[in-house]
């Protein structure tokens, strides 16, 4: 707490510092302000220069586009110019305060379009951070889509550092992090569960999207609460001038979207539906896929109300929905005999936000932020009928405050309180079921954190950012919390007493500094050295014993016995552009170490525990890889090539037995795949048509094998040595896509165009995972289980109006 005192007192100080400047003493004073964005998307334009032509004064516009002039009375002329955007001049008489929106063109040639970045062209060598990666939803739309959905998950796979456990799977993993460990933020709403289908798709509409960045590296000291890294996804302001409707006709979803003014610029409106009801397609499957259920909504808003040109409010609101069911087997988990087991699960965000520019050096923003995700599987079966229900609710305050005192700093404050409440699992039986009912207790904490940051240019060459973040949980009734015996390991019977706390009192609490640095040296003309470190902590988990996790794996906050996840990443970068940007090439190598990871006990049964430290294991881990980007900007040919070379091992020991995996010695995690290569190029010939390509490769991922098998009263059951020794077979893949657009040199009103992509290509039986029917005759017989066998072509129409 005593840092909290620390940090509110500093910035008391300067803020009152800044109250005392005077702008400009000698006389009065008017200020032009605004914001500058992108003619096609409506994106704020960050780092637009701005020159003051009558009196040769620059300004450059802030991260939201918004730029404030103070000039004494009287006519000017100011032009706006950006790095790939047409230069525009604004000419104005100042008597009184002025509000201007100016928007800006790109200037970029038809055949010629950066394919990753949104950023001016040589931004991964300017900026500070490392292992920043920025895609924009038209280099997304160039990616080969599965079934015709253009995905934004699925695009941050061909970005180095990123993999997946496997083909469809929920989640991706970045530099040795377990999927939980990527805080992902839509609109600054965290998204438990980022996938629908089981992981085949995406929740976020790329029809709202306005860009992505991922942050695998170089986390700014504002984000926190997750050990490996941020996704944020922002999305895009309404139009506040004119309505427009927009969408697309697809096999496996179609999307609507509409955008508009309802007061002209004060207050606008977007909302984007999309929906996929595929049921229809499972009657003509094969009799055993007859009865399955794979179909999906979501549904996402925005209002944006700005009285004045100091005063922003939007207001977010975001709904999905999937429904699962597999008609002939279980993944219910419950070692209950199910026919069929159906999943449903949802996402319900809400953030109200509030920009206030107090001046052009100072800006705050607040957000409060509802986030809640629930999630059920239930099998139909009269004997043995139940339902299982789980949920998350995640309800924050957040206030950011930004000071720019000069061109050489800028300073980030601000503080987040966090209020969790986890309903781990209720198991409900049905009517005439001889299922049992269970009901765990409920997880409640706070977490609460503040920050402090400095982007500092302390010369042409040379530039820092650096912060400091403190943050803690505080564990709250009611809850019951076991005390185990002191030289024993964690189980149900070594349980020596239970003590229960009231509501709302504080039971345990656990917390820390987390430091950020980032630097960057320009060693010449397009090239750039770089270098990070930053800790991470995370108190909040998802357990699973699954390798992909299932929507309704448990949730789980650190307390007394599972401690919060600590990671620590060192960074070293080289970034290297030609002279006219058309070629980047780029290499990080890092290290993490990572404290308090998680893993399963051999047997566990997480799902319905009563205490889930019975049942899980911590140790340490460490993960270190090189990645590298070769990419092309320009040209009839377009597209880049991401090299990644990643390992990470785990180690749990324990004083006893039961608490060690692989006898106490390190081994693989599940996500830990030594090599991965993708390979994307866009041949664009002509203004109305594109062809695209990619390709993948990876090492297949590790799995453990059973070394023998035994007969237990006639039964056999299988025996395990060693975890994650084997490994599934490499995987690779080819993608194809073209896209027929109308001749942008033809103006219509209407807009609409035609994607025909074949995901796999060659059709490939990549594995998913290998299974094993046991037979006395040897210790197993392997299987391989694929998601996409065959190669799957798709057609999407598109329209805008």
């Not at 490392?130 to 934004?152: A, F, H, N, W, Y």
């Not at 609109?187 to 995406?202: E, K, R, W, Y």
Request: charged residues 20%.
């Amino acid at each position: 707490m005593r840092f909290l005192h620390l940090l509110l007192l500093s910035f008391c100080l300067i803020n009152g510092a800044f109250a005392q400047q005077k702008i400009n003493p000698n006389g009065p004073t008017f200020s032009a302000t605004g914001y500058v964005k992108d003619a096609k998307t409506g994106k704020p334009i960050q780092g637009a220069n701005i020159v003051v032509l009558n009196v040769s004064k620059g300004y450059v516009t802030a991260k939201d586009g918004f730029y404030t002039v103070q000039l004494a009375p009287g006519n000017y002329i100011l032009r706006f110019s950006h790095v790939g955007y047409r230069t525009k001049q604004d000419t104005i008489s100042l008597q009184k305060t002025l509000f201007r929106e100016i928007v800006m063109e790109d200037d970029s040639k038809d055949l010629e379009e950066v394919v990753v970045t949104s950023e001016a062209p040589d931004r991964n060598v300017r900026k500070i951070e490392i292992g920043v990666s920025q895609l924009t939803i038209k280099s997304i739309r160039r990616i080969p889509p599965l079934m015709g959905e253009v995905d934004i998950v699925r695009s941050l796979l061909l970005l180095p550092g990123v993999t997946t456990v496997g083909e469809g799977a929920p989640g991706y993993n970045v530099r040795g992090g377990s999927a939980d460990q990527n805080l992902i933020l839509f609109d600054d709403a965290p998204v438990f569960n980022s996938s629908h289908l089981m992981g085949f798709f995406s929740v976020f509409n790329p029809d709202v999207v306005r860009d992505v960045t991922l942050n695998r590296g170089g986390v700014a000291a504002a984000f926190g609460g997750r050990a490996s890294s941020v996704l944020d996804v922002k999305i895009k302001e309404p139009d506040a001038e004119k309505w427009s409707v927009n969408g697309g006709i697809g096999i496996i979803s179609s999307r609507l979207a509409v955008e508009g003014p309802i007061v002209k610029n004060k207050l606008s409106f977007l909302a984007a539906a999309r929906a996929s009801f595929n049921d229809f397609l499972f009657k003509i499957a094969p009799p055993n896929l007859r009865g399955t259920k794979a179909n999906f909504y979501d549904l996402t808003t925005k209002f944006k109300y700005q009285p004045d040109e100091k005063n922003t409010i939007t207001l977010t609101g975001y709904v999905s929905k999937d429904i699962f069911k597999l008609a002939s087997d279980s993944l219910s988990g419950q070692e209950i005999n199910a026919s069929s087991t159906q999943f449903n699960y949802q996402t319900m965000n809400a953030v109200l936000r509030w920009n206030y520019f107090m001046s052009k050096q100072v800006n705050l923003a607040t957000a409060v932020i509802l986030s809640r995700y629930r999630a059920d599987l239930s099998s139909p079966d009269s004997s043995n009928a139940f339902r299982l229900e789980s949920g998350v609710w995640h309800r924050q305050i957040k206030s950011d405050l930004t000071l720019t005192p000069n061109e050489t700093h800028q300073w980030q404050v601000g503080v987040s309180a966090i209020d969790y409440l986890l309903q781990p699992n209720t198991r409900t039986p049905g009517p005439y079921s001889n299922v049992l009912p269970v009901d765990l207790d409920r997880e409640r904490a706070y977490e609460l954190a503040a920050y402090i940051q400095d982007e500092w240019k302390l010369n042409t060459n040379v530039a820092l950012v650096a912060g400091l973040r403190y943050s803690a949980l505080l564990n709250r009734g009611p809850a019951s919390v076991r005390t185990y015996q002191e030289n024993g390991p964690r189980q149900d019977e070594t349980v020596t007493s239970t003590q229960t706390y009231g509501a709302g009192k504080i039971y345990h609490s656990t917390g820390g500094l987390e430091p950020r640095l980032a630097i960057r040296w320009s060693v010449g003309e397009g090239k750039a050295v770089k270098a990070g470190y930053s800790r991470l902590r995370q108190y909040i988990q998802q357990v699973t014993n699954t390798t992909a996790a299932l929507p309704t794996s448990r949730w789980h906050l650190s307390d007394q016995y599972t401690k919060p996840v600590i990671a620590d990443q060192w960074s070293l970068g080289y970034f290297r552009n030609t002279a006219d940007n058309a070629i980047e090439a780029s290499g990080e190598v890092y290290y993490k170490t990572i404290t308090n990871a998680i893993d399963y006990r051999d047997g566990a049964e997480l799902q319905l525990a009563q205490a889930v430290e019975t049942q899980i294991v911590q140790g340490s881990g460490h993960a270190y890889g090189f990645e590298g980007l070769l990419r092309k900007n320009k040209g009839r040919w377009t597209g880049f090539m991401s090299y990644t070379y990643a390992r990470t091992f785990l180690t749990m020991d324990s004083p006893y037995a039961s608490e060690r995996v692989n006898n106490g010695n390190p081994y693989p995690a599940n996500y830990d795949k030594p090599h991965t290569l993708n390979v994307l190029a866009t041949h664009r010939p002509t203004a109305w048509f594109s062809m695209s390509l990619n390709f993948t490769y990876s090492t297949g991922r590790p799995t453990t094998q059973p070394a023998a098998i035994a007969r237990v009263a006639g039964v056999l059951v299988p025996i395990y040595i060693d975890r994650n020794q084997q490994r599934v077979p490499d995987y690779h893949r080819l993608d194809f896509s073209m896209t027929f657009e109308q001749n942008p040199l033809k103006k219509k009103r209407n807009q609409s165009s035609w994607v025909f992509s074949i995901y796999n290509v060659y059709a490939h039986k990549n594995a998913y995972s290998i299974f094993y029917k046991l037979s006395p005759a040897s210790a197993s017989d392997a299987y391989k289980l694929s998601i996409f066998g065959t190669a799957f072509p798709s057609l999407t129409y598109n329209f805008k109006f």
